[in-house]
């Protein structure tokens, strides 16, 4: 693992069946007003609980997605996020700085691989 000049944070948020924040946990970002989420995998999953939930959380925003697609990306962006980055492939929004956390909601059998990745 490669060591990294920004701060590692660890954040948790959990939902229960309506979708409401049960709780969280984690430092503010230092560069910016808010905690900023790159989500990885923006399936059925994401764009109904995860993201109504995320939304409800005033010091988050989303600013980028990385679905299988650069196409299925920005459909996902035009109809839920405008303003947020289309990414290509999930490596370009892991290693991107100006990420604080990266949200996983891809199939569980990515979930080591994009983890470790982020991590390092």
């Known amino acids: ?9 660890v954040f948790y948020v959990r939902l229960n069946d309506s979708n409401r924040v049960l709780f969280q946990t984690g430092a503010m970002s230092s560069r910016h007003s808010k905690l900023r ?10 764009k109904t609980r995860h993201l109504p939930a995320l939304r409800r959380i005033p010091d988050v925003e989303v600013v980028a997605i990385c679905n299988s697609t650069y196409e299925s990306s920005e459909t996902f962006c035009k109809e839920q996020l405008p303003n947020a ?14 990420i604080d956390i990266v949200w996983i909601g891809t199939p569980p059998y990515l979930h080591s691989t994009i983890t470790l990745s982020a991590l390092e």
């Open 37 to 46: 989420i790159g989500i990885v995998g923006a399936g059925s999953i994401v």
């Open 85 to 98: 980055k289309v990414y290509g492939n999930w490596a370009e929004l892991v290693s991107d700085h100006e």
């Open 1 to 9: 693992m490669t060591s990294t000049n920004w701060p590692v944070r």
